[in-house]
């Protein structure tokens, strides 16, 4: 089992910024991906930033440029740091990890924090 905790979240002005920490915690060596999704309501869960098995780090297309995937394994935490905010970024976000655990994959999740940009 994976637990995951997002911190950070608020409520920022178009153009502000925020830094979402996520810290995790038990079985922390099956990790072998992770990231961040957020969800709006009315849509579709998006994936913001995911860092993959191979190391690479993909972002969804509207926030290429803004914001930025970062991780500290020292203190087993991950960051998305979002700069430059718009109302469209309004939404619940959730850091997310993938695991493998006696040959299966999980995804776990946190709780999410809220992030509100207003105008």
């Known amino acids: 089992q994976v637990e995951l905790a997002e911190s950070g979240g608020g409520q920022v002005q178009v153009g502000g910024s925020l830094r979402l920490t996520c810290r995790a915690s038990?079985?922390?060596?099956?990790?072998?991906?992770m990231g961040w999704h957020r969800q709006a309501p009315g849509r579709q869960r998006e994936t913001v930033a995911w860092l993959g098995e191979r190391g690479r780090i993909t972002y969804l297309d509207s926030v290429k440029g803004r914001f930025t995937f970062s991780e500290d394994r020292s203190k087993d935490e991950m960051y998305l740091q979002m700069n430059d905010l718009n109302v469209g970024d309004t939404a619940v976000y959730f850091c997310?990890?993938?695991?493998?655990?006696?040959?299966?994959?999980?995804?776990?999740w946190g709780q999410g924090t809220q992030v509100t940009v207003s105008s």
């Open positions: 997310a990890s993938n695991s493998r655990l006696a040959d299966k994959d999980y995804h776990f």
């Open positions: 038990g079985k922390i060596g099956t990790i072998y991906s």
